[in-house]
C-alpha cells in the first residue's frame, strides 16, 4: 500500500473549518474586549442552542441520502402549540410536552409517507410540508404571536401564561451553564453515540452511502428512511418548543431563518476533520461557527439584514468544499 | 454504388484495447449483419460510426471519399444515422408523432421562427404513408407502442437523407408480427439505396434479411462472408473461435435434496421461467446480453415485483416482496453491478463486510466481534488489504467483488445467486471466486450462477439452464454440453 500524498487541499478540507473557526475568534478577541469572555461564549452557546437541535434533525435526513426543507416550519409550528397549550389551555406539563413533540412525529411521518411510500423527490415533497406546516400554524394562532394574558378573538384575555418550569428550560442555569446550553450537548452527545456505535446508526449510514446496496443486502431501507425523517422533524419541533422556552413567547414563524442555518451548519460538518459525510459532531461544529460570525458581526455593529450574506456566503462555501472532493473521489 | 469503409480502426479504453484494427464495409442498397459475442467490439465500432466515440487510429470513407466524424451531428450531415435500442432515449414524450419525425426540420427552420402546423402534419403524414402505416401523426409519442416508436425513428432517419442506417438489435422489443413489418420496412430502405447495418443476436433472422455479414471476435474482424455462402454453424464458431484453455477448479460435491423450487416466474423481462437447485449444484444459467438473466436473478431475490409465479425453499413456499424477504428465507445475491448495488464504497471493508450479520447488544453493536469476524472473512476469501478499515472504494475489482461476495458467507443462507461475478475482475481473484463458489457448493449449499461466459459455466456448473428472451429454452447436463450448442440456443436457435 503506497501512503497516498497529503495535498494542501486535503488539510484545507479536514482543517479548514476549524481553523476559520479560530481565527475568527482571534480577529473578534483582538478587536472587541469583550468578545472572548465567558458571558459572552455562554451566550454564543445560547444563541446557537436551538439551531444545533434542528441542524441535528437536518442531519439525520441527509445521513439517508435525503433532505428536509420542512424543518422550519416544523419549529414554528411547535412554538405555538407549546405556547397556546400553556396560555390558551391551562395544561400541565405532561399535555404542555406531548401535544407538539406528538405534532412534530405526525409532520415526521407524512415527510417520509411522501418520499419514501409515494416517491416524490425529497426535495420537493419536504417543501411542499413546509408551506403545509408554516399554513397549519398561522391559521392555528390566527397569525398572532401568543403570550401571557392575550387579548382573545372574544374579547376576553387569555386565562393562562408561561410555566415557571418551561421558561427555566429555554432560560434557567445549572452549574453556571444556561439549561439549553445543557441540552444541546446532551443531544449531541446522545445522538453522536447513537449514530456512531449502534446498529441502527450503522444502518442508516449504509442506507444513504447506496441506497440500492443496502436494500440487496436486506437492509429495511425503507424503514431507516423513515426513522431519519421522524427523526428530522422530532427534533425540529424539540428546538421550536425550546425557542418558546427561550424568549417566552409562541412567536409566529419563528421558525423560517432556522432552515438556512441549519442547512449551512449541517453541510459545514460534512468536512469537520475530514469526515466526509454528515455527522453529528460536525454539525455541531459548523453551528458555533455560524454563532461565532453572528456574535461577532453583532459587536460590529453590522446590519442585522446583512447576515445573511455571511450565512449564504458560509453555506456556498461548504457546499464548493464537499462537492468538489466529491468529484475529486469520483475521480480517484 | 457508394460504399462505406472504415479502415484499421484502433480504439482503446484507458490502455485496454477494444478494437485492434478493424476494417469494415457496406455497401448501399444492402443489408449487413454485424455479428460477434458480447464484448467483441460491435457496440464501439458502431459508437465511431455515429460520432459518440473518436477513434484512436484509422479512417472512414463513403464513396471513396475520407470523411472526419468528430461528433454525432458530423456523422448524421455525412448521412450516417442510427435507430438505437433504446428508442426512448432519442425521442421527445410529449411532442407529436410529426414533430418527433421532422425534429431536425423543427430545430434549424429559418425565416419567421413559426412552425407552420398544417404543412408539418402533412410532411409527416406522406412520409409514413410511403412506407405504408397510419400512426395518427398529432398523437403525442408517450401514447405510441414500441415498435410505432421505432418506425418514427427509421422515418426520422429517412428525411434526414440516411444513406446508411444503422439497426442496433431493433427485434428485440418486438413480437414476430412487428418484426416482420420492421423486415418489411428495412427491404423498403434497401430497394431506395441505402446501406443497412443490422446488429443482431438472433442468428435466424440475420439469415432471413442480411445479403452479408463482417464477424467479430475480441476487437478484431474474423469473417466476412455473403450469407448465402455460410452455415449457421460456421458463423457460431467464428464467434466463439478455438475454445482457450483457462482452468476451473471444479470442487466435488455430493448433490443432495432439492432446495429451491420455482416455476412460471414472470416479471419485467422474464416471460415464464421453471427452475430447480438442489444442495450442493451448481447450476449455471447462461444466455447473451439481455437475455433476461439479471432481471430472472433479481426475481428470485425479491428485489423487483413478480408478475406470476410460485418459489419454494426446502419445500416452504415463500412470498418475497423485499430482498429483506430473500435473505431471511435464505436466498443471497451477488449482483452483477458491484459499485452500483454490491458493495457500500465510501465505508470500510469491516463494515461491508458486516452489513448482512451485524451482531449488537442493547443495539449497541459488538465492535471487537465485528473486528474479528471481519479478518477471519478477509482472511477466507482472501482480499488483500492493508487492514479491515480500509475503503473498499480504493480496492481493485477482484477484491470488492471479495467483498461483495464475502458479507453473505457467515450468514446461513442456503442458496447462493450470483450475477455475473467475474465481471471485471482479474484472472487471479477469478479463480479465486470459482474457488469460494465451489466450497459453497461442498458445504451443501445451492448455487445458481448467471453468465455470459460461456467457458465458465461449462467449467463449473454441473447442469446449464440457457436463456433467451426472458425464457429458459435449453438444458444440458454436465459433460452434455459443447460451447457452439450453447451458442446456438442462445441465439434463438431451436
Redesign the interface.
Known sequence: ?ERPKISLFDLVYKYGTVAVIALVVLYFSLTNPYFFTYDNIKDILRSISIVTFVAIGVTFSLIVGGFDLSVGSTVSLTTVIVASMMVWYEQGMLITLIVPIALSLLVGLVNAFLVVKIRIPDLLATLAMLYIVNGLHMTYSKGYSIYANMPMTDGTNAPGKFQEWFLWLGQGELFSLPVPVILTFLLVAITHVYLT????G??L??TG??L?????????VNRYRTLAYVLSALFAGLGGMLLAARIGTGQVSSGSSMLMDAVAAAFVGFSVFGV??PNVFGTFVGAILIGVLLNGMTMLNLPYYAYDIIKGVVLALALAVTYYQVRR?AKA | MPVLEMKGIVKAFSGVPALRGVDFEVKAGEVHALLGANGAGKSTLMKILTGAYQADGGSISIAGEPLQIDSPQAAKSHGVQCVYQEVDTALIPYLSVAENILLDQVVQSKGTGLIRWKQLYDQAEEILRGFGFAIPVRKTVDACTLSEKQLILIARATVQKAKFVIFDEPTAPLSNRESERLFQIIAQLKQAGVGIIYISHRLPEIFQICDSMTIMRDGQRVHTARTSEITMDEVISHMLGKSFDEEFPKVEAEIGETLLEATGVQGGKVRGADLHVREGEIVGVVGLVGAGKTELARLLFGADPWDAGEISLKGRKLRLQSPKDAVDAGIVLVPEERRKEGIFVEESVKHNLSVATLASVFGFVRQSLEALQANELIKRVGVKTADSSQLVGLLSGGNQQKVAIGKWLDTDASLFIFDEPTKGVDIGAKSDIYRLIGNLAANKKGVLYFSCEFPEVLGIADRILVMTEGRIVKEFLRGEATQEQIMYYASGGE
Open positions: 500500500m456505535y449502534t446498529k441502527q450503522r444502518m449510514y449504509m452511502g447506496n440500492e446496496a443496502a436494500r440487496l443486502s436486506g437492509i429495511p466526509g459525510k473521489k
